[in-house]
């Protein structure tokens, strides 16, 4: 019986949970200790989850069980701390970048190395009308992330933003649409639009600001979202993927994903009381799911 042939392959290290702390104006750090001795430290704290995926010329570790090029993935991880340590952390980006370029000079056998970064944002907790410098509060629930491809010709870095719950409850419609005789929805043109938006994007390329363009991109969706007149999620998907593309030009591409999070009205007539459009309930599932990618 003849050999089955691989098509494709991949491994890596998944879920690299990694916390740097840089700590500025802290004489503590001198001695090795972590507790403050100063008033006026300031620490800057990044949270990321990383993953590693090496694709190459790895076939004899499966067919044959020949290990002699297969880098461990527990190095892997092990590179993560220890970059970290020795070079800082930074945006996600440039981080992945780092690894990426770290891998591929050093594993002949490696043609690509997929890089992807999801950053837990935290902000510095406000005491009075100051920013404390040792504590911090987690964003969210929205993260950044980001996606950096690394081969022998270069990078192609890819970012965005996943979990980001946004609502209107205004400018919103859905009509106009086929019925059948398992249509039940009712026509609206005042409905509330809410959603948990995927959006990444790719760069045109990778000598750019990218924490700023990175608060950019996000600003611009949010004003978009709620400026719209919104036709249909579709309709608004489209007018934000066009917002960002027509205003910043570093952003070649940008996909986005929207599920729809049903708001829908209580009938209060069943309880004696005047319908209003004001009082709904929310569900989670089913929910309608829209995606496209625009490009330049």
């Known amino acids: 019986m003849p050999h089955a042939a691989l098509t494709q392959t991949s491994y890596g290290k998944s879920r690299i949970r990694l916390v740097r702390v840089t700590r500025h104006g802290d004489p ?58 020795r070079e800082g952390v930074g945006e996600p980006e440039g981080f992945g970048l780092l690894l990426g370029r770290h891998f591929i000079e ?7 190395v997929n890089v992807d970064l999801i950053d837990h944002l935290w902000g510095g907790i406000t005491v009075g009308d100051r920013e404390h410098g040792r504590a911090f509060v987690r964003r969210g629930p929205d993260t950044r992330t980001a996606r950096v491809v690394t081969d022998r010709d270069g990078a192609a870095i890819t970012a965005g933003i996943a979990g980001l719950v946004i609502m209107k409850t205004a400018h919103s419609a859905f009509e106009g649409y086929p019925r059948d005789e398992f249509t039940t929805l009712p026509e609206t043109n005042d409905r509330l639009f809410a959603t948990s938006m995927t959006a990444t994007w790719t760069y045109t390329d990778g000598e750019i600001e990218f924490a700023s363009t990175f608060r950019t991109v996000r600003q611009t969706l949010l004003e978009a979202f709620a400026e719209h007149d919104s036709l249909s ?22 996909s986005l994903e929207m599920p729809n999070r049903h708001h829908l009205p209580i009938d209060l ?3 004696g009381l005047e319908n209003r459009n004001e009082v709904f309930v929310a569900t989670d599932e089913p929910h309608g799911l829209i995606k496209a990618t625009l490009s330049r």
């Open 28 to 85: 503590s750090t001198s001695s090795g200790s972590s507790r403050a001795t100063s008033r006026g430290d300031r620490h800057e704290l990044r949270d990321f989850t990383v993953a590693i995926a090496f694709e190459g010329s790895y076939d004899t570790s499966y067919t044959e069980g020949d290990n002699r090029d297969v880098l461990p993935t527990d190095t892997m991880k092990n590179t993560v701390y220890a970059l970290a340590a």
């Open 269 to 271: 007539t069943r309880l």
């Open 233 to 254: 999620v579709q309709h608004t998907l489209y007018a934000m993927g066009q917002s960002v593309l027509d205003s910043i030009d570093v952003v070649q591409s940008i």
């Open 106 to 112: 050093r594993n002949p056998k490696l043609t690509r």
